[in-house]
């Protein structure tokens, strides 16, 4: 991976823990409260949130160079006989990021690659960004796939700092140890070039009027003090702006309900301790 580019992974092998969502607001206020120039990655399936969550769903449904044919064989032939690859690739948000969504032939390509022998077969994504990606952006996040698969591999080889953000429970807390037992096995095993590191741990949907959302987010604290992040609060205007194409940061104040504000504020904090993190590695 290039030195020049910051990268890092959303991933907890599980779905339904604001994965997405929180990689489109971290993208955002890395590009809007920091300046970086940043590109999101949605590796994580064919329902494409990413696009959605910045109202591109339709836009994205047929892309002209998609992302999966970069895990493919004919890689590079397109990459030495195509024009302008990344330009063909992204989608420019409303909110400054640019996005390259996900698309139907991941799950194939996923599969091919366990043909591909072992030490080829998880650095394909690492290459992609380092020779097209680097040149042209500050900061690259991904969305990586609920579970542990070939695509999956190649994000954390390719990012190596993890983020998991994780809702409200015992067995999410018992999920986090199991990712971390599944990131050292990957930095162990021969077979793979990497050092993925979990950077950021934090709690998403907190609502703060229960018990178990309160005692969730303390024990976090308590557990990971050295890599646990602001927790997100629960709010409405989440969910609102996921159904009208935006981010919280789009929304102007008075818009807000207070929790909204909190979630927004959340992920500003989340996104300067994470910048932090990165630049020091």
């Known amino acids: 991976m290039s030195d020049d580019i910051l990268s890092a992974a ?27 120039e940043t590109v999101l990655i949605d590796l994580a ?20 160079i998609p992302i999966s044919i970069v895990f493919s064989d004919k890689w590079d032939l397109l990459r030495d006989n195509a024009d302008d690859i990344v330009d063909r690739m992204v989608y ?22 366990a043909n591909v022998p072992l030490e080829d077969r998880y650095d394909r994504l690492e290459s992609f960004i380092a020779e097209e990606i680097a040149p ?11 579970k542990e ?10 990012a190596e700092n993890v983020i998991a953000p994780l809702k409200p429970g015992a067995f999410e807390l ?41 005692e ?7 557990d990971y003090p050295e890599i646990s992040g602001s927790p997100v609060a629960e709010s409405a205007n989440i969910s609102d702006g996921q159904s009208a194409g935006r981010t919280l940061f789009a929304f102007e104040d008075d818009e ?18 994470l910048l932090s993190r990165l630049k020091e590695n």
């Open 216 to 222: 969730f987010a303390d024990q976090l604290e308590a």
């Open 10 to 36: 959303f991933y907890v092998p599980k779905g339904g823990i604001a994965k997405t969502t929180s990689a489109a607001h971290i993208g955002v206020s890395g590009y809007q409260n920091h300046g970086h």
């Open 92 to 113: 420019e948000t409303d909110e400054g990021v640019d996005l390259i969504p996900a698309d139907d032939g991941l799950s194939a390509e996923d599969n091919n690659l």
């Open 136 to 146: 042209r952006y500050d900061l690259v996040l991904f969305d990586l796939p609920g």
């Open 174 to 214: 018992a999920q986090l140890e199991n990712l971390e037992d599944e990131l050292a096995t990957i930095a162990n095993d021969d077979d793979h070039d990497a050092d993925p590191t979990l950077q950021l741990v934090f709690a998403t949907m907190v609502d703060r009027t229960t018990n178990l959302s309160s």
């Open 45 to 64: 399936g064919t329902q494409n949130d990413l696009a959605t969550q910045f109202g591109l769903q339709d836009d994205v449904a047929d892309p002209d």
């Open 256 to 273: 807000l309900y207070n929790t909204g504000k909190r979630a927004r504020k959340a992920y500003r904090e989340l996104t300067d301790e």
């Open 149 to 158: 698969d070939n695509i999956t591999i190649n994000g954390l080889h390719a």
